[in-house]
């Protein structure tokens, strides 16, 4: 798959397993077992030592979410901080819809979670035909409605990245601009911990 917005990759589509194509399930689990293959998200693989560049993942979306979804959704949360290598492909993959457009929400396919949640035009960023919410909206997002350890690893990886930017104060900034938003004193809580821990106090 060519990807103009990641011209290096050195990814091409035969690399990408998926049950059927061409192992049926119960082979590619047992070339899983064996750690022939590792996992990409939900059920596509790549061979073990094939790097899963952001083309990979993009690839393995494309194979898996229903068009609607893919036209409509946006990766959010935990899959927003996994796709930006912050964190490990959840076994669940959140799906955020902008409720303030119309889509369906049924049937929803095995392995993915739907939210329906209010987006900006500034809040996604297009990696293709694949919609990601930004770092900095992902950050936000993992302080508010993601408080166990995963979400503050992967709020932690996303402030400490310099290429993301979305550092502590700029996160809690954002924060503190929703003054009615359920959980904000929570998020800034959290913020500020998980600044803390990266050595960068929220001034």
Known sequence: MDAPWLP??????DALLLP??????VELSALVADGVVVPVVLEAHVLRGRPVTRAVKVAALVAQLPPHLLLRGALGRLSAAWFYDC???PATLPVLL????RTTMSPVPDGLTLHQVTL??????DA????????????VDLALHVPGREGTAALEKLMH???LHCPPDLVHAALESFERMPGRQAALVRVRRAAR???RPVR
Not at 128 to 139: E, I, K, Q, Y
């Open 87 to 89: 964190a490990r492909a």
């Open 8 to 13: 290096d990759d050195p990814w091409h589509p």
């Open 20 to 25: 059927g194509r061409p192992f049926p399930r």
């Open 128 to 139: 293709g035909p694949v919609r990601v919410t930004t770092p900095l909206r992902t950050a």
């Open 197 to 199: 821990a990266l050595g």
């Open 161 to 163: 990245a310099p290429h």
């Open 98 to 101: 902008d409720k303030l457009r």
């Open 120 to 125: 900006g035009a500034y809040d996604l960023h």
